[in-house]
Nanobody, 125 residues
Framework: QLQASGGGLVQAGGSLRLSCAAS????????MAWFRQAPGKEREFVAA????????RYSDSVKGRFTISRDNAKNAVYLQMSSLKPEDTAVYYC????????????????????WGQGTLVTVSS
């Protein structure tokens, strides 16, 4: 139901914009998040935004470099990534809150009930 796209190969210092679209799910009802999983590592939280787009949270590792946003009219969520580093290399997943209209931004994956298939971001040094 969620489709992440926009990944690719980029040099360190470059930028990428990830998109997350949905079918059969009204994203405007749900808080959304991006998680990532690097090879051999656990999946980790990257960024999240509430269903209204008024609250955002970021992991310390991406704060100031990544921006999460949403366009509820387009039923889409985005992750603008700038100043990319090799350690940002991972498969990036978008996820939707397991419950609609919650006025809290969650950082833990167990709160998210819908997941996309992931898009690979590779940052070369």
């Amino acid at each position: 139901q969620l489709q992440a796209s926009g990944g690719g190969l980029v040099q360190a210092g470059g930028s990428l914009r990830l998109s997350c679209a949905a079918s059969g799910l009204t994203l405007s009802w749900y808080g959304m998040a991006w998680f990532r999983q690097a090879p051999g590592k656990e999946r980790e939280f990257v960024a999240a935004i509430d269903w209204r787009g008024t609250m955002t949270r970021y992991s310390d590792s991406v704060k100031g470099r990544f921006t999460i946003s949403r366009d509820n009219a387009k039923n889409a969520v985005y992750l603008q990534m700038s100043s990319l580093k090799p350690e940002d290399t991972a498969v990036y997943y978008c996820a939707a809150d397991g419950k609609a209209w919650r006025n809290v931004v969650y950082l833990t994956s167990n709160e998210y009930g819908y997941w996309g298939q992931g898009t690979l971001v590779t940052v070369s040094s």
